[in-house]
């Protein structure tokens, strides 16, 4: 299940559950008994900080059993295929798998063969980021109350983005709506389909504006060197530096799913501004990852997110 399967309610009653883990994660004790004696297995096959350990710390701290492993100590450095790995782990009785992969529909793809397995999809490729997602839209709601006719100007690295993705499923759920800038080497085909506005310049875009969402270019999916010129040219054309925050008011909230490239997509001084939400995102992946974790292995909420296989967050880390 991915952000379009779910409902706006849906979404509401995850990002209560989410603000209520918040006091567990603030308080001097930050443990619960809600796991305990669950297994929970991380199973990383791209690099990552944020969604990785977020979800790390979230089982530890709903007292499960977590086991890590990446691809650099998994049997597919020996030639195992992802199915036969996912069966492999599915053997040994956990109760949730939590996975990211860097091709699009893996984490699909294991749930229809781990029928009796948990999945929760941690980012496919360029597809889907479900839990990041989740994440941004607690933060919103923090600071703006409600999503309804809300403006998020996405910029950066469209095409390679499971997070700008994500959003675009996300903003017809929760209406919202999105404003698209890039290069057009870096947009993908087609996404008029999603009912967002598209912009090649940056400064146009800013008016009106309730959130700037940078983009990390996606370095190492980019299959050539001529999508943009140079490095300093990017920062220019579509970097967000101090003016152009002044341009989009005190009101307009900055967010990055991170890893940030400072002085590239974003300016240090706009990256720690007192609008910035980027360390907001960080504490609530946390809190939202021990929601998911909690609805699917306990399985005692509401029957329309009553799914075995769970196709939901990273930032883009």
């Excluded at 195992?80 to 109760?95: I, K, R, V, Y």
């Amino acid at each position: 299940m991915g952000i379009a399967d779910l409902s706006s309610d849906d979404i509401m009653w995850l990002l209560q559950l989410g603000e209520s883990m918040l006091d567990i994660n603030r308080r001097s004790i930050k443990k619960a008994p809600t796991l305990r004696g669950k297994t929970i297995i991380n199973l990383f096959f791209e690099n990552s900080t944020r969604t990785r350990t977020s979800f790390e710390i979230a089982g530890k701290r709903l007292s499960a059993d977590v086991i890590n492993i990446s691809a650099s100590t998994s049997a597919t450095k020996k030639g195992e295929s992802l199915l036969d790995t996912g069966q492999t782990l599915a053997a040994m009785q956990p109760h949730l798998l939590v996975v990211r992969h860097g091709l699009a529909g893996s984490c699909a793809f294991l749930a229809e063969y781990l029928q009796n397995t948990a999945i929760i999809n941690a980012g496919d490729g360029s597809h889907e980021h479900p839990t990041q997602i989740l994440t941004d839209l607690l933060t919103i709601q923090q600071s703006l109350g409600s999503f309804e006719g809300k403006i998020m100007t996405l910029v950066g690295d469209i095409a390679h983005s499971r997070v700008a993705r994500s959003h675009l499923l996300a903003a017809k759920i929760m209406g919202y709506h999105i404003r698209l800038v890039a290069p057009k080497t870096l947009l993908p085909l087609h996404v008029a389909r999603y009912g967002c506005s598209v912009y090649h310049d940056f400064d146009a875009a800013i008016p009106g504006s309730d959130i700037i969402y940078m983009l990390r270019v996606q370095n190492e999916r980019l299959t050539s060197a001529c999508c943009f010129p140079s490095i300093r040219e990017y920062h220019e054309a579509y970097g967000l530096h101090r003016a152009r925050q002044r341009m989009a008011g005190d009101h307009c909230l900055i967010m990055h799913p991170g890893p940030m490239n400072r002085g590239v997509e974003i300016s240090s001084d706009v990256a720690d501004s007192l609008n910035s939400r980027v360390l907001h995102q960080v504490e609530n992946g946390v809190s939202i990852r021990m929601a998911l974790l909690t609805h699917l292995i306990n399985a005692n909420n509401p029957p329309m997110l009553a799914h075995n296989n769970e196709d939901e967050d990273d930032d883009e880390d």
